[in-house]
């Protein structure tokens, strides 16, 4: 079975003083998704973006369908493999 990654991020504009976004910034995690501890460490130790990556087997479509629902702004289009959403706020999920 094919895993949905679901990242949630905050950059900031040169990839510095990034913060968590899944515990300061009300970006809800999506339900019955997992830390990925490696992706996480990836994430903050080779792209310097201090975030979190969480992985489902739900596919794009289901977990992008929740973000909308949370008010987040679709950016770019949905595909089989993934959707970005920002909120006000600048944050990526």
Known sequence: MKKIYVFVVVMSLLFTNAVSADELFGVQVYPGAKLDVA????????????GSGYRT?????????????????????????SALYRTNTGVNV
């Open 39 to 50: 992706t996480s460490k990836v994430l903050k130790e080779q792209i310097s973006v201090n």
């Open 57 to 81: 087997s739900d596919s794009v479509k289901k977990v992008a369908e929740f973000y909308e629902k949370q008010g987040l702004t679709l950016v770019g289009e949905i595909t089989e493999e």
